[in-house]
């Protein structure tokens, strides 16, 4: 004997996966992911949902389709955290985990950053 639902049951993408945030300078970072590997449907639109540490309540970016976001106009020095959700017909899916960065200081550059570790 089946089991009955009294809902339909409706899929929603899983979490995108190796999402990454790398500062770009001190006003920038470039925030990007891959596709869900278990998205049941086309995935619509991702939203990246980020806020900077210490500061109350988190923003909200859709990308559409893209899987990549460069945030600018940031404060220097600042540490920020992101997240991102796909959507698909049926609605959001699973939150990726936060990963964290940290924008430069104002007269550091990414070439400096890197060469001087």
């Not at 278990?38 to 893209?66: K, L």
């Not at 940031?74 to 992101?82: A, N, P, V």
Request: hydrophobic share 35%.
């Amino acid at each position: 004997m089946c089991p009955i639902f009294p809902f339909p049951l409706v899929s929603v993408p899983g979490a995108p996966v190796n999402l990454r945030a790398v500062p770009r300078s001190h006003t920038e970072i470039h925030i990007s992911w891959d596709a869900p590997l278990d998205s049941v449907g086309a995935v619509t639109s991702y939203r990246m949902y980020y806020y900077e540490v210490g500061a109350n309540g988190e923003e909200e970016i859709d990308t559409g389709q893209q899987s990549q976001f460069t945030m600018t106009e940031l404060h220097s020095f600042r540490e920020y955290s992101f997240r991102v959700v796909a959507y698909n017909e049926n609605g959001a899916g699973v939150s990726t985990e936060e990963v964290m960065a940290k924008t430069f200081s104002a007269g550091e550059s990414s070439v400096y950053r890197y060469w001087k570790y």
